[in-house]
């Protein structure tokens, strides 16, 4: 049984609102277990968090208010009702649209950061500078178009496009929503491709190399859902622009849009965390370990019987000689069958060194165990 549309985007909202957060705060975690302090792409990825998670609370205002995900409502005469829900989805799909360009600019500006934070070079200076200026441009660009779609504001939700009232007052911003959403697809492999020669220049070992590169390359994941970004607007835009169902057709392109933000930020943190993957895989290493000799412990406790009436004499002799208990040299001569006298100091010379070992392995296992017991 599938979940209605209005649902998932809930729940995609909710889980691409917190991933951004952990990302972030783990970002700060890891400056902070090197002592370096912080940078100003440290200081640019805040932004692009808050408007990220802001985008996913506008979209899900857009659901529990604004009817995001469900039909648009129809009159008797099959005319769209421009109420009050209509309104406010049409509100939050308008803030939906500058919030995304904003968190968009000021992650991107980060990654260039950071990228000018640990490479050097002329040609490389020139190129981050010229992207710091494409993405500023662009971003300056595509707000203000998207905010002075139409004269006066207020009509962006005050009517519906494709509607000749939206006409009068509205440019036609498919083609826009269009470009914004293409233009930044071919930043973001910019973006990405700029470290990738720097990186295998360098006089490191090969699979170093190719490490260094993939973890620059997971943006790619940010250009894929640009992709999938524009496949949807191109679906969305070719039904509602005859059906006008906009709440139900143009849901994707919005959902998809705040998935691009948030995975952007998460993008941009992850060269970061090094330092603290460093810092914690010891930790859950001892745990594990602990973890497992515990669980060992218990497991042979569990195989010990729970009397010794459920066993033949043999095999509490078996028993005793194997969990160390008061056993000598003549009952291990009777276990294996052979026949002999037995030495008395021998006897218990073995019994002290049995004891002994016993003693040792148990302590040798509580110190494993991270215990602080006394006898």
């Not at 441009?137 to 939206?166: D, M, N, R």
């Not at 360098?202 to 190399?209: C, D």
């Not at 002290?352 to 296992?365: A, D, G, K, L, N």
């Amino acid at each position: 049984m599938s979940l209605p549309l209005s649902t998932t985007i809930i729940i995609i909202s909710v889980v691409f609102a917190i991933l951004p957060i952990i990302a972030v705060a783990s970002r700060f975690w890891s400056r902070s277990i090197k002592n370096a302090g912080t940078s100003w792409d440290d200081y640019f990825i805040l932004p692009g968090l808050i408007f990220s998670v802001a985008l996913c609370v506008t979209t899900i205002v857009a659901v529990t208010l604004g009817g995001l995900g469900s039909h648009i409502l129809l009159d008797a005469d099959g005319n769209i009702v421009l109420d009050k829900r209509l309104t406010i989805f049409l509100q939050t799909e308008f803030a939906a649209q500058l919030i995304s360009v904003v968190s968009l600019v000021f992650t991107k500006l980060s990654v260039v950061l950071f990228y000018r934070r640990i490479f050097r070079g002329k040609l490389f200076s020139i190129v981050s500078v010229a992207l710091l200026v494409i993405i500023s441009g662009w971003g300056v660009s595509f707000f203000f178009a998207i905010l002075l779609e139409c004269i006066p504001i207020s009509q962006a939700w005050k009517s519906l496009y494709g509607t000749p009232e939206h006409g009068k007052y509205c440019y036609q911003y498919v083609p826009m929503f269009k470009a914004t959403a293409i233009s930044n697809m071919i930043v973001d492999i910019g973006i990405l491709s700029v470290p990738i020669p720097i990186v295998w220049g360098l006089k490191a070992p090969l699979r170093q190399r190719i490490a260094i590169s993939g973890i620059f390359l997971l943006g790619a994941f940010v250009v894929g859902i640009s992709i999938a970004r524009v496949y949807f607007f191109y679906q969305s835009t070719a039904s509602y622009e005859d059906a006008l169902d906009i709440t139900v057709n143009i849901a994707p392109a919005l959902y998809w849009s705040e998935l691009e933000a948030s995975i952007a930020v998460v993008s941009a943190c992850l060269p970061t965390l090094k330092p603290l993957s460093s810092h914690i895989g010891p930790i859950l290493v001892e745990f594990a370990s602990k973890f497992s000799l515990l669980s060992a412990a218990k497991s042979s406790f569990e195989r010990l019987p729970r009397s010794t009436t459920d066993l033949d004499p043999v095999s509490v002799k078996q028993r005793k000689f194997l969990d160390g208990g008061l056993v000598n040299r003549c009952e291990a001569i009777e276990l294996g069958n052979f026949n002999g006298e037995c030495d008395k100091d021998h006897e218990q010379s073995g019994i002290f060194v049995q004891r002994s070992f016993q003693q040792s392995e148990h302590s040798q296992r509580i110190g494993e165990l991270g215990g602080d017991f006394t006898s």
